[in-house]
């Protein structure tokens, strides 16, 4: 079985939180997206369908990443959709275990193993611990492992509070305005990332109870988020493609489900 987005009502939970009718969410909190243009801190970039990952860099497939800091030498952000079965504890981190995300290819996992440093930081959603936090967007707080850790010691919050990434992904003075000036690598979106970081909140929770399951590629959540954004249709469906870019496409989801397997499963060799 694949994970959707870690179960059915993981799915269903997604999709209502994104429409604005999840049960007890407050009034006018809308998620719903709109294309953007200007690169600015809390966007979420969606990388376009197609080939353009097929043979390197699997995991910016179908990716969702909230950019985290925009300047003029280096833009930063957080890939969204690729959990990893794997916990500090397999890391070498020493104390209580937390599940992790691959947050990108900077400082990250396979950095790891060859010996260098590991960037870890978390993402929540908490208002009340907006003094230990570097506010992101509106709602959506970033601090480092290290605080978020000392924050459950101190009873303020719970791991589950908590995503917690490895890695990053950058890009150099100019390469990202260039990339998406390139209109077939990016698409820019303005969401409301207070909910997003929520649902996936509750799906790392689900993939803590459900770790027997395949592991999610993360192809589901981009789909909903690409369908929001994109000009109020239903969906974007793979015949839109012609059929050279539709045959990529494809080979392109079975490379990301490869990698993901291959990497995100099993702890790296340390």
């Known amino acids: 079985r694949m994970l959707g987005l870690a179960s059915a009502a993981g799915v269903a939970s997604f999709v209502g939180g994104l429409l604005g009718a999840r049960l007890g969410q407050p009034q006018g909190e809308q998620p719903l997206g709109v294309s953007a243009r200007d690169i600015g ?10 080939g353009q990952f ?35 504890s397999e890391l070498g981190i020493p104390g209580p275990s937390w599940r992790v995300w691959f947050g990108g290819d900077v400082e990250g ?3 790891l193993s060859m010996g260098f440093d590991l960037a870890l930081v978390c993402l929540h959603t908490l208002d009340r611990l907006a003094d230990a936090s570097t506010a992101v967007v509106e709602g959506v707080y970033l601090t480092e492992f ?17 995503m917690l990434f490895a890695g990053y992904c950058g ?10 000036d390139r209109q077939d690598v990016w698409k820019m979106a303005s969401v409301n990332s207070r909910v997003i970081v929520r649902e996936l909140q509750e799906e790392s929770m689900e ?58 499963e099993q702890p790296p060799m340390l």
């Open 54 to 88: 097929g043979d390197h860099q699997h995991y910016f497939h179908k990716a969702a990443i909230l950019l985290l800091s925009h300047h003029e030498r280096f833009d930063r952000g957080l890939i969204l959709n690729r959990p990893t079965s794997l916990e500090t």
């Open 109 to 111: 996992l396979r950095d």
């Open 41 to 50: 801190q809390g966007c979420v970039l969606l990388s376009l369908p197609g």
């Open 171 to 180: 890009w150099g003075g100019g390469q990202l305005r260039d990339e998406l």
């Open 207 to 264: 993939l803590r109870a459900l770790s027997q399951l395949r592991l999610d590629d993360g192809i589901g959540l981009w789909r909903h988020l690409y369908a929001m954004v994109d000009a109020g249709r239903p969906g974007w469906m793979a015949e839109e493609l012609d059929d050279g870019d539709a045959r990529n496409d494809r080979l392109a989801d079975a490379n990301l489900r490869a990698w993901v397997q291959s990497n995100l």
């Open 146 to 162: 290290g605080r978020a850790k000392a924050l459950v010691e101190e009873g303020r919050a719970g791991p589950a509070d908590f």
